[in-house]
């Protein structure tokens, strides 16, 4: 059964403290891997799409890598601005489906 | 730009009552999606439009109808609303089956 699960559900960082979040996958026939931003109250947000072991895109203070297995959201120097839920998701197969992650909670302190 | 516009945004029913989400997006996209977002589930397809005049059903569809009515429009019917289908529904759109999702800003249904 293809599964997205993102890691850690929840973290907390100092203004300026860089971290990773993680986004591993298990499905047959990766087709792309993409990283969504979700303030409160709104939709998602197209980040970043990754097609291929090996590829990384930056993005101001976010940069995306993709392995086999997972992937990885690098925050460099974060900014109360970038305290958001992150959503990884996969699409796979033949289908049109899009298969999401939980998320993880991103709280950045001044 | 609009992009992907949905209503209502917040709407109440009581169980057994029908209702119908509209989702339109200004983008000329293909495909048109309609997902619902519980906490500690993330968003699960419920149907997608890969093009105009086709549906499909995804991962929940059950309790649920759709309409394509044409490249611009998807709309997300509820014929007898269930306490389960409370819920925040998103509508998105790509250009492709393949391709990142434009989101729509959500409707939170609370059914009682």
């Known amino acids: 059964e293809d599964q997205v699960t993102q890691s850690p559900e929840a973290l907390r960082l100092q203004e300026g403290e860089s971290s990773s979040l993680n986004c591993s996958y298990t499905?047959?026939?990766?087709?792309?891997l993409f990283w969504y931003r979700q303030d409160p109250g709104k939709g998602p947000e197209f980040l970043f799409t990754l097609y291929s072991a090996g590829e990384e895109k930056e993005k101001e203070r976010l940069k995306a890598t993709l392995t086999k297995k997972e992937s990885f959201l690098h925050i460099t120097a974060p900014k109360p601005e970038d305290s958001a839920t992150y959503l990884c998701?996969?699409?796979?197969?033949?289908?049109?489906?899009?298969?999401f992650g939980t998320g993880t909670s991103l709280t950045v302190i001044p | 730009n609009a992009g992907v516009t949905q209503t209502p945004k917040f709407q109440v029913l009581k169980t057994g009552q029908s209702m119908t989400l509209q989702c339109a997006q200004d983008m000329n996209h293909n495909s048109m999606y309609w997902y619902r977002q519980d906490p500690g589930m993330g968003l699960r397809l419920i149907y997608y439009s890969a093009s105009e005049g086709t549906t499909d059903k995804g991962e929940v569809p059950n309790g649920y109808n759709v309409s394509r009515l044409n490249k611009r429009e998807f709309s997300l019917r509820l014929e007898s609303a269930a306490p389960s289908q409370t819920s925040v529904y998103f509508c998105?759109?790509?250009?492709?089956?393949?391709?990142?999702?434009?989101f729509g800003e959500g409707s939170r249904l609370t059914v009682l």
């Open positions: 499905v047959s026939g990766l087709r792309g």
């Open positions: 998701a996969v699409q796979a197969g033949t289908g049109n489906q899009f298969y």
């Open positions: 998105a759109s790509s250009r492709l089956a393949s391709g990142e999702l434009f």
